[in-house]
């Protein structure tokens, strides 16, 4: 789906059905600027507003990354109800896309990143890079982006952080705290991204 496509779906489904249920009207557009799409992302943003109300405007901003699937659907079911999903390998380098693409990286990507890096297939290295290609990325969008998780790593870390206290079940929390805490997921995270994937080796 295009970034025209995905405009127009939510501007067709998202904003009436918020309007029907809140009595808000809203808009949806296309992120400019240095928050524009990478070679991979789509950056949009929804706003809603009571239309009686001054500065009661509400703007959501929001990423979607595609994930390029290598293997077969897996078939997941709950209640007697049959669902098609991604295998594990391609979803948890499907976080690795997320990382690399994303303008702005989600703590949530990095922990997903170290809790299920088990799923890693052996030639896990050589599939994201593919994948890349099939995202037409360059090799300085790669390095930049390396360079860029580099600079900020005091902020992911501060986030992760955040994460562990907010999303993680207090004994899993605290298990991982024992262990090293955000610090120590940040450096498995970079030794996965580096040293088993070597993604600064990409080249299209």
């Known amino acids: 789906m295009s970034t025209t496509e995905l405009q127009e779906f939510l501007r067709g489904n998202v904003v009436p059905e918020i309007r029907r249920q809140l009595g808000h009207d809203g808009d949806v557009r296309g992120v400019a600027g240095p928050s524009a799409d990478s070679p991979a992302v789509c950056s949009l943003e929804l706003a809603f507003y009571p239309t009686a109300t001054v500065g009661s405007r509400i703007e959501i901003p929001f990423q979607i990354t595609p994930i390029p699937c290598f293997d077969r659907p897996t078939v997941r079911t709950v209640a007697g109800t049959v669902f098609l999903t991604t295998s ?6 499907s976080k ?8 702005f990286v989600q703590a949530r990507d990095i922990l997903d990143l170290f809790l299920f890096q088990s799923t890693l297939k052996g030639d896990s290295d050589t599939r994201v890079l593919e994948k890349f290609r099939g995202l037409s990325l360059s090799a300085k969008d790669v390095r930049d982006r390396l360079g860029h998780l580099d600079d900020m790593s005091s902020v992911h870390i501060r986030e992760v952080d955040q994460i562990i206290a907010s999303q993680v079940e207090p004994s899993v ?13 940040w450096e498995a995270v970079m030794d996965v991204i580096l040293n088993r994937l070597r993604l600064q080796d990409y080249h299209p």
């Open 96 to 103: 690795v896309v997320a990382i690399i693409c994303r303008r």
């Open 173 to 185: 929390g605290s298990n991982l705290l024992t262990a090293g805490g955000a610090p120590m997921i």
């Open 88 to 93: 594990d390998a391609d979803m948890i380098e």
